[in-house]
């Protein structure tokens, strides 16, 4: 290592690299060489080269904003499931909503009511998106697609339950 933190490496004419040194310095830059004719050496330093972003239309750069917002979304749907539902019965608010509509003539189950829950935040996106602003404090579109997000893979888990049911 050189003063500033660089890789030093020295090289003699006769020196060959192997597969391994170009595999090892492959990802690295030279940042100052120099020849030292009276030993017959090129001496150079090697640092990381800085890490190149992917474009942000490629697969790549997708699939890693997604990974992150589906870390995200886990880590909300689990503060807020909590807070809505307690720990026990992950559907149960889902499921008061049913009891409370028992007698009347549209009986919503807890699929129809995640789905409900998906059109308020549907329409509460294009609300945002058309005047530009949010005016509840702290409750963005990025939070309010979350939650969409959210109700979606809520809405798949009790469709896929009822299923198994019959």
């Known amino acids: 290592m050189d003063a500033e933190g660089g890789e030093v490496t020295t090289y003699k004419p006769d020196d060959t690299l192997t597969v391994k040194d170009v595999i ?23 640092e990381p080269a800085p890490e190149e972003e992917p474009d942000p239309n490629s697969q790549e750069a997708f699939l890693k904003r997604y990974d992150k917002r589906k870390k995200e979304l886990r880590d909300t749907l689990e503060a807020k499931g909590t807070d809505y539902s307690g720990k026990v019965d992950r559907h149960a608010n889902f499921k008061a909503f049913y009891f409370m509509t028992q007698g009347i003539p549209i009986v919503m189950t807890p699929l129809m009511s995640c789905l409900v829950r998906q059109l308020d935040k549907i329409q509460r ?3 945002l998106h058309i005047n530009g602003q949010a005016y509840v404090k702290g409750e963005t579109m990025a939070d309010t697609l979350k939650d969409n997000a959210g109700y979606a893979d809520i809405a798949q888990d009790i469709w896929e339950m009822e299923e198994n049911e019959d």
């Open 125 to 127: 996106a294009i609300n």
């Open 24 to 46: 090892k310095y492959e990802r690295m830059i030279v940042t100052k060489s120099w020849i030292d004719m009276d030993k017959g050496t090129m001496t150079v330093i090697l």
